[in-house]
């Protein structure tokens, strides 16, 4: 031990080295990596004649992937804190229908509507985190209740003010709204035209359309999964917030003793569960120009799932929001690419229901090398 | 020994009751904790350990009696202005987070930050450095900072939750039975570790129940016994199998006699 440099310990002979192998394996990421791989060598195996990687195809499945993006974002921090939201997609359905029926049916600008649909949820997404907090009940049987309250007044409010389950007419509010575009608008379409001029993507050969691009720009509704996978990845892996996100997941007892505010951390898990909620049906209501009594039904599974087959653990305290991120990617492409390839459709189902499995088996089998259990 | 009764006490406790309802968990406690001294706090079972404790690191407050803090009257609302006073506590089980990195464990609850284009975030580099600077100074081998908790035995646990404390600026250490559930070696490693953090005039609060644990590095033995003290000991005044008959409420404990010869 020299003076001048830190004492350097000896190596404990009884811990073996960890191969890289191992190491990769712990991180949370690994299985959607794999997965994410697997499942595009698949489709350019079987299904690359299809139209699934041209460039509508490819905004097709990338569309259906960024819905599942965004709500997975939202769950996956909310599930690192240590709890659920099952009512996420009651949650998209309510949203949905309040900008309907305060743009629609009570004639409010479309930018009011929105603005007032998301503070109704956030509000709604805070109310689940205290009602957690306060009463230490488990998050899933709180939401579960949230869950039919949500949806029975979705189906409740249009019923009673326009006698029908559907309203529409949105699009053609929302024209000239300054806040709707940045929910429903495109970015990108001169790119996009360039493209189609100088034949690099399709066009339309004949129609009103002709020579214009079959894809005309990126749809918001990516972009803001692209903001929410970074902003959700910087805040859980960058930041003191993030460590309290681990934290309060990881064992909430211990975190308090050190002065972690977990109640904070949880209430707001839970209002950006229904921030991210929010987000997916406002982009939702501006692509159709409707909100359904229907919309988002069984939404709060898919973004557990995945979430799941990203690496988060239920138990909460490990997980990545790029993996949940890639889960989504992997939910999207193999719901569209079963279409491409001539699958029948139900068998989606056996395949979320196998992966599912496949992914808690692969988490739980990481969780004991990280923790050391035996 | 003399020098050490001649310094102020940093913690006084003085006629501490604590009651639940209609049991009284303490009647009536009174201990000084004297910075650079390890003090011990024997009892056994339902003894009121755990209360006196958590009345000193205010989780509970006190029925009766009062606590001065460096000479000062303390009223703690809640552990968190207590771990701004400087008193920190160490919890057998709840002290790390099995799943999360060792220098996220270490920095939880006190994040560095960096600011970079005027957002703050979570200074990294700096937390895994002295993470493993503070690890090696403890004789702890890391494969790397971000290495899980998890991976740790028991004894490495409490170390990391010890220095934690220490390096936070805590001026009383109390440690809820650290050495329980431990085998003798890592037992041995969290004794010294005790007795590093004592001589940089940190004051000790050690809870235990075995006093071959609390004679190898206390200065001064308290012993609860259903809810009251029987004094304070110092050091040399007193013999191991006194403090375990006192534990066990002034009963012969023959049978285990013999194995309470050596201290460790």
């Known amino acids: ?374 | 020994m003399n020098s050490r009764t001649t310094h102020a006490p940093i913690i006084e406790m003085k006629g501490i009751e604590k009651h639940f309802g209609s049991v009284i968990a303490l009647a009536g406690v009174s201990v000084d904790i004297f910075p650079g001294e390890c003090h011990c706090l024997l009892g056994d079972n339902g003894a009121g350990k755990s209360t006196f404790i958590k009345t000193m690191s205010g989780v509970h407050k006190p029925t009766k009696g009062e606590i001065l803090f460096e000479g000062h009257e303390m009223h703690f609302e809640d552990p968190r202005d207590a771990i701004t006073a400087g008193i920190a506590t160490v919890y057998q089980d709840l002290a790390m987070i099995p799943l999360m990195s060792v220098a996220r464990n270490f920095f939880m609850g006190n994040e560095p930050t960096k600011k970079i284009a005027g957002i703050s975030f979570f200074d990294r580099k700096h937390a895994d450095r002295v993470t493993m600077e503070e690890m090696s100074q403890m004789g702890i081998n890391l494969r790397g900072p971000d290495q899980a908790v998890g991976t740790l035995s028991g004894g490495e646990r409490q170390t990391v939750a010890i220095a934690r404390a220490v390096h936070f600026g805590a001026k009383v250490l109390i440690l809820d039975e650290p050495t329980s559930a431990l085998g003798v070696r890592q037992t041995a490693n969290v004794l010294a570790t005790i007795d590093k953090v004592r001589k940089q005039g940190i004051a000790v609060v050690f809870i235990t129940h075995n006093v071959r644990h609390a004679m190898a590095v206390g200065d001064r033995f308290t012993v609860l016994n259903r809810g009251k003290t029987l004094g304070t000991a110092q050091r040399g005044q007193i013999e191991p199998e006194e403090l375990q008959d006192l534990m066990a409420g002034g009963q012969e404990l023959v049978a285990l006699e013999g194995s309470l010869g050596g201290t460790v």
């Open chain 1, 1 to 374: 031990m020299s003076e001048t440099t830190q004492p350097k310990p000896v190596a404990d002979e009884r811990v073996k080295e960890m191969s890289s192998f191992r190491r990769a394996l712990i991180r949370p990421e690994l299985g959607g990596i794999c997965g994410t791989i697997a499942v595009f060598t698949f489709f350019l195996l079987f299904a690359h004649d299809s139209g699934m990687f041209n460039s509508q195809g490819v905004l097709n499945w990338s569309t259906v992937s960024a819905q599942f993006m965004i709500i997975a974002v939202g769950a996956c921090l909310l599930m690192i804190a240590g709890e659920f939201d099952l009512s996420v997609g009651s949650m998209i359905g309510f949203a949905g229908m309040m900008i309907a029926i305060f743009s629609v049916t009570l004639g409010w600008p479309v930018w009011l509507a929105i603005m007032v649909a998301f503070v109704l949820c956030l509000a709604i997404g805070a109310l689940n985190g205290v009602i957690v907090v306060r009463t230490g009940l488990p998050s899933f049987i709180v939401t579960l209740a949230t869950l039919f309250i949500l949806r029975g007044f979705t189906i409740y409010f249009p019923q009673l003010l326009e006698n029908k389950t559907i309203i529409g007419g949105i699009r053609e509010k929302a024209e000239g709204d300054w806040l709707a575009p940045l929910f429903g608008g495109k970015v990108l379409t001169g790119f996009f035209q360039f493209l189609g001029e100088h034949d690099l993507i399709a066009t339309f050969e004949r129609g009103s359309r002709q020579g214009e691009p079959v894809v005309d720009g990126i749809p918001m509704l990516i972009v803001w999964a692209i903001f929410l996978i970074v902003f959700g990845h910087v805040l859980l892996t960058k930041t003191k917030f993030g460590n309290w996100i681990f934290a309060s997941g990881g064992d909430a007892q211990a975190a308090r003793y050190v002065g972690v505010p977990v109640n904070r951390v949880k209430i707001l898990m839970f209002t950006f569960t229904a921030f991210c909620a929010a987000v997916f049906a406002t982009c939702q209501v501006m692509e159709f120009g409707s909100a359904g009594a229907d919309r988002g039904l069984l939404k709060e599974f898919e973004a557990i799932i995945a979430v799941v087959i990203g690496g988060a653990l239920l138990t909460g305290g490990y997980g990545s929001v790029l993996g949940a991120a890639l889960g989504a990617l992997i939910f999207g492409v193999v719901q569209q690419g079963l279409f491409f390839a001539g699958v029948e459709s139900s068998l989606f189902r056996v395949f979320l229901g196998v992966i599912l499995l496949l992914a808690v088996i692969l988490n739980t089998y990481i969780r004991r090398i990280i923790t050391g259990e035996r």
